[in-house]
């Protein structure tokens, strides 16, 4: 699977995350799509293999888009050239991923492109509709579209957002269709 980095400065979007009851509406993203990346700065650390942006960060792949204020973008240069192959985001300050039926935010961010995993920890929120869902870590695998939110983030005690202990919880509001609301009918003798 080729990861483009299209023309300096480039990113992979993180994509957006789904709720308990569905399935991602991004189980089947196209990673390898086009990136548009604005943002105040941009470093490329060549030497590292890595690009970080810095200030205002907004990320856009397909339908999705990721916003934060720094992202490190580790790549791979392929032998013999080629373009450049992004391997894994790393993104901190605010993380917000959004795509048009669901919304993530979290204080950190984890996209591993190679295995299609996104992780995001630290005051997590997911929205989709009327439904939201707390909680210090949630995973989403891209390839499967399933979700998961934990209580406590991995190793929860110095991430901020995170209840910093292993009996974390995860909390939810969860919007009930309206349903006629009709009297029962009096009892017949």
């Not at 993104?91 to 591993?112: C, H, L, N, Q, W």
């Not at 190679?114 to 009327?130: E, Q």
């Not at 499967?144 to 991430?159: L, N």
């Amino acid at each position: 699977m080729i990861r483009r980095f299209i023309a300096v400065p480039a990113l992979a979007a993180l994509p957006a995350i789904a709720l308990a009851q569905g399935v991602s509406a991004l189980k089947n993203h196209d990673s390898n799509a086009p990136v548009d990346v604005t943002s105040d700065r941009i470093e490329v650390q060549d030497r590292q293999d890595r690009a970080i942006f810095v200030g205002n960060v907004h990320a856009t792949q397909g339908t999705m888009v990721m916003d934060a204020q720094r992202m490190t973008v580790a790549y791979a240069k392929p032998a013999g050239g080629g373009e450049l192959q992004i391997q894994r985001i790393d993104a901190s300050g605010g993380v917000t991923v959004v795509d048009p039926s669901e919304r993530a935010k979290g204080s950190y961010g984890i996209y591993d492109l190679n295995r299609r995993i996104i992780t995001l920890i630290g005051g997590v929120s997911l929205v989709r509709g009327g439904n939201t869902v707390n909680g210090a870590r949630l995973v989403i695998d891209l390839n499967t579209g399933r979700s998961t939110v934990d209580g406590s983030a991995a190793g929860g005690a110095g991430v901020p957002g995170s209840t910093g202990k292993s009996g974390g919880r995860v909390t939810g509001h969860f919007a009930v269709p309206q349903r006629n609301q009709t009297a029962p009918a009096p009892a017949t003798q």
